[in-house]
C-alpha cells in the first residue's frame, strides 16, 4: 500500500529531488518537508561563484522556495524546522520549530533521510576564531561576502586543497585578494594521481595563488599586531605562519548522521548511513539519500562516501520510487568530478590508482597528451588523459583528464564506458562524434583505447615517470626520440638523443644487452621508436605520456 | 605468415592509417601506398575551413608527405599513380604513373583497398560547367579559392544541404558572399529528423543564407547578360533561376569500387565493397576500408554506407592487424556525426525515425531542452534533444541534438551508451561530470533517460508534434500550462490556458470525456500535469518537446 504520509528530513538536492518526484507518483500523500536552514532546494554547488561574482544575483541560487514548492508540487515545506528524533516504533518524528523553539511529533508512513554532510572542523587551535568561514549553504556565502566588503580584507588563506578550496581560491583571486592554499598531503585533488595534480597545482602558480603542500594547519592565532591580519595567523607545523584577513575552512565533509544513528540504524564503516540498492535503510520504513550516505564504488566494490549533487540528486529520485513501490535501483556510484579553475580544467571517474592498490585490484595506466581537436583547425588545446585498466582483460577501471578543452567530454564519455564494463578494446572503436572544431577522426578517447590495447595485446611495455628514479643507468639507456628542436628546449637528465626519423639508420648506436626506455613528448613516437626497437632484437620500454607527464610529476613545484 | 609486401591502394585516412599501423606490426614488410592523387593523409575534413579562411595554412592540410612518411614510417608512397587493375590470380596490381603514362605491375602478398569515394554528379544538364566545383581535395580547394580571388565572385549557390553543402555555405558567407543552399529534399541534413533540421534551417536563414528546399536542380544555364554571373543561371524544378557566380556542387558521395568490381570482388547492394568484421573482402587476400565499403548499422543490422574519416581511420588500422595475424573485429558503425554553422551545431548518433521505419524497428521518442549547464551560472544554452528508443525494453537506438554548446558531448555519451547496448534506465543512471560550468546535477543524458523511463513504465503517454495536425478538436483538448506572460507570447492555435501552479484547483474546468495534451516550453511542467491529470481520472498526453518543438517543426521556415 502506498504511503499516506511521506516525511523527508533535508530539503536540498536529494531531498528536494525525492520530495518533487514523490509527488508525480502519488497525487494522494501528504509530503512533509522539514529543513534545517532558511532555504530549500538552494544551488550549492553555485556558492563559490556567488561569492567571486561570477554569480551576480543572490536570487538566482534559490531555486525554489517553500511557496513555489507549495504551488508546483504541492508540498509541505518547513523550513527553520530541525528534526531532533525518529521514533521509529511510533513512526513519528520529532520537530523542533527553531525561531520558537516549539517541538512537536509527525507520523510518517515512510521516511526519507536527507540530511546531507557538515564540514569537517578539526579540532585545530583557534578554529573557531572570527573571519573563519565553511562554504555550504547561503548564510555561510552571504557571511563571506559581508567580510570580503571590509577593504582591509586583503589576504584569504584557504585550508584544504579540494574542490571547494581550488574554487574558492580561484573565486578569491577574482575578487582581487592575494590567495594562498594550504595542504596537508603533498598534493591538491585528491581523487586525482600526483602527477595529474600538479598540472593543477602548477596553474594555480602561474596565476599568482601561493601553495603550500605537506603543510598540516597546527593553530589558528590571534595576528600578530604588525600583520593587522582581520582573522587570523595560520601557523603551519613546520613553523610558517600566514597572515590571513580571511580563512576559508575546505577540509571536506563528513556525513550527517546524528540523527540515524541516535535511532539505531545501521551506519557503515566509512560513517554514513548504510543503504541498499533501493536506498532504504536498516528500518523497512525508512530511505536515506545524498552525502549521508554510503554508496558501493563501481569499480572496487568498497563502501564509500561520494558527496556529490549529482549522485544525490538521482538517488533522491530513486528512493520515492521505491517509497511508491515502483523497484528502481541505485546500482553504485563512480565518484565522475570535474573542477575548473583559471580556464584549466580536471575531470576524473572511476578509481584512481590509490583506491586499486588499496583495494588490491592489478591495473595497469596510460598516459596520453592529444590535441582536443584536429591540430589543422584553430583553437586546440592539449587534452591529458590518463585511463586505468586491467592488465588481462582490458575492462576501464577509472580516468582522469586535465586540459583547457574538451576534458568534460571525454570524462563523460570514459564514465559511460566504465559504466558499461566496457575494455579498452571498445575504447578504441568508440564512434564519437567528429568535425575538425569538435574533436579527430581518432578522438583522444579513441586514442587511450589503443595505446591500452597495445599493452594488453604485448604490443608495448610501458614505464612510468614514478619509476624513472629507480633505474639503474649501468643496465639501462633513456632514450630521447624526439627532434633536435625539442631536445634543445630541456629533456630528462641522463638521457641520450636519437630522433624517431634516425633511429633506423642509427641502431648500432644502442647496446643490446641494456633495457631501452624510449621517451618523445607525448608517448607516442617513443612508442613507435618501441617498435622499431623490439622488432629488432632490443628490449624496450616506452615512456608513459613521456616528456611531458615526466616534466608535470618532477618539476612543477 | 606475414605478407612480405603489403600493397595499399589510396593513401588519405583509411589508407594513411593503415600503412602506419602495418609498420608498427612489421619493421619486415614491404609496404607500398599508391595514391592517385598529389597529396596523402590530408585533412579532408579541413577543406571548408581552408576555404573560408578559418584555416590560414595551406600546409596544416598536408599532414604527411610521401617524405615524412618515409621517415618515420619507411612508407613507399607512390603518389599521382593511379592502379587501374587487380590481377587476383597473380596476386598483383596495375600502377600508372599519372605524369608520365607509364604503366608497370606491383606484387603484393596483402592488398588493402582504401579508394574512397567520389563526389555524386547527378547527369544535370550543365552540371560541368565552369565555376562549378566539388570539395573533395587539395586541389578541389585551391581551384575554388582561386574562383573565389576574382572579385566578381559574389553570388553562390551550394547544391545540397548535407554536412559539407552547410559548412560550404557558412565558410563562403565568411567571405562575404551571397550564398543560397539548394535541395531536393524537404530538409537540410538527411541524417536528421526533419524537427530538428528546421532548428539548424532556421539558423542559416537568420544568418541570411537562402534556402530552397524540396527544390531539386533541373539544369545549369548559360548566365543571362543581365546577371553577369560568372559560373551558371542554376534553375530549379519549380522554375525559379538562381545566377551563380560559383556553384558548389555537395550532393554526396559514392564508393569508389570501379577497381574492386572490375576485379570481381562482391559488391553489396548499396553499393560498397562487401567486407566481413576483419575488414576482408571476398578474396582472401584483399581487404577494403572506409568510404569504398559498406558497413553494418550497428543498430538495425543492415548494410549501410558511412562515408566518414572516423570509421575509415579506425577501419585501416583494424585491417592491418587482421593483414598482420592479429585477429581485430570492426564491429559495425553508429553513423555518429556532428556539423557547426554559425555557432550552431547539430550531432547526432544512431538510427533516425526514417531508418528505424525502415528497417521495421518500433521505437519511441522524446524530445527535450534542456540547458547546457546550471543555469544559475552563466552562459547556459538550451540543448535540444531527442533520443529514440525500443518501447519494451528501453534500449537507446539513437540520438540527435542541436544548440551552441554541449552538444558534442551529450552525442558522444549517448554514442558510447547506443555502442554498450544501454537502455533508458542505464542513461537515467549515468554518473557525468557536474560542476556549474559544465552540466547540472541532472545532466540532460540523464533526463532524457528519465522521460524515458517515464513512457516505458507507462508514467506517461506522449504525442508527437507530426501528430497533432490529425487530433480532433471535438474529441480533444490541447492545453497550455505555461504561465500568462509565456502564453502571451506565442501559443499553439486552439489551446487553452491552465498554468500548472493552478491546475489542482481547476480540475473542474477540464472535461473527463475527452483527451487532454497537454504542453508546456519544453514539455517538463506539461509531463507534471499529466501526472496529476492521469492521476485525477483524467486522459492526459504530453506533447513531447512541447512549444519549442511544435514551433521549430511547424513555424520554422
Known sequence: MPPKTLVIVGGVAGGASAAARARRLSEDANIIVFERGPHVSFANCGLPYFVGGEIQSRES???????????????????????????????????????????????YDALILSTGAVPVRPPIPGIDRPGHFVVRNVPDADSIVAWLDNPNTKRAVVVGGGYIGLEMAEQLKRRGLEVAIVEALDQVLATFDVEMARMIELELESKGIKLFLNSPVVGFEEPMAADSARASTVVLKD?????????????????????????????????????????????????????????????????????????????????????????????????TSIVGVFGIVAAGTGANEKCLRRAGIRFEAIHLHPPSHATYYPGASTVTLKILFAPESGRLLGAQAVGRDGVDKRIDVLATAIKAKMTVDDLAGLELAYAPPFGSAKDPVNLAGMAAQNIVRGHARNIHWDQLGNIDLSNTVLLDVRTTLEREAG???????????????????????????????????????????????????????????????????
Open 491 to 557: 629533456g630528462i637528465p641522463g638521457s641520450i638523443h636519437i630522433p624517431l626519423e634516425e633511429l633506423r639508420n642509427r641502431l648500432s648506436e644502442l647496446p643490446r644487452d641494456k633495457e631501452i626506455i624510449a621517451y618523445c613528448r607525448s608517448g607516442q613516437r617513443s612508442y613507435y621508436a618501441c617498435r622499431i626497437l623490439t622488432q629488432r632484437g632490443y628490449k624496450a620500454r616506452n615512456l608513459s605520456g613521456s616528456y611531458l607527464t615526466w616534466y608535470y610529476a618532477c618539476n612543477a613545484l
Open 61 to 107: 541560487l534559490l531555486l525554489h522556495t517553500p511557496a513555489t514548492l507549495k504551488e508546483r508540487f504541492n508540498l509541505d515545506v518547513r523550513i527553520k524546522t530541525e528534526i531532533v528524533a525518529i521514533d521509529r516504533e511510533a513512526r513519528r518524528v520529532k520537530a523542533r520549530e527553531l525561531d520558537s523553539g516549539r517541538e512537536y511529533y509527525q507520523q
Open 239 to 335: 613553523g610558517r605562519k600566514l597572515p590571513a584577513d580571511i580563512v576559508i575552512l575546505a577540509l571536506g565533509v563528513r556525513p550527517e548522521i546524528g540523527l540515524a544513528r541516535d535511532a539505531g540504524l545501521e551506519i557503515g564503516a566509512r560513517g554514513g548511513i548504510r543503504v541498499d540498492e533501493c536506498m532504504r535503510t536498516s528500518d523497512p520504513h525508512i530511505w536515506a539519500v545524498g552525502d549521508a550516505v554510503e554508496v558501493r564504488d563501481l569499480v572496487t566494490g568498497e563502501w564509500t562516501l561520494i558527496p556529490l549533487a549529482g549522485p544525490a540528486s538521482r538517488q533522491g529520485r530513486i528512493a520515492a520510487d521505491n517509497v511508491f513501490g515502483h523497484q528502481t535501483l541505485y546500482a553504485g556510484s563512480l565518484g
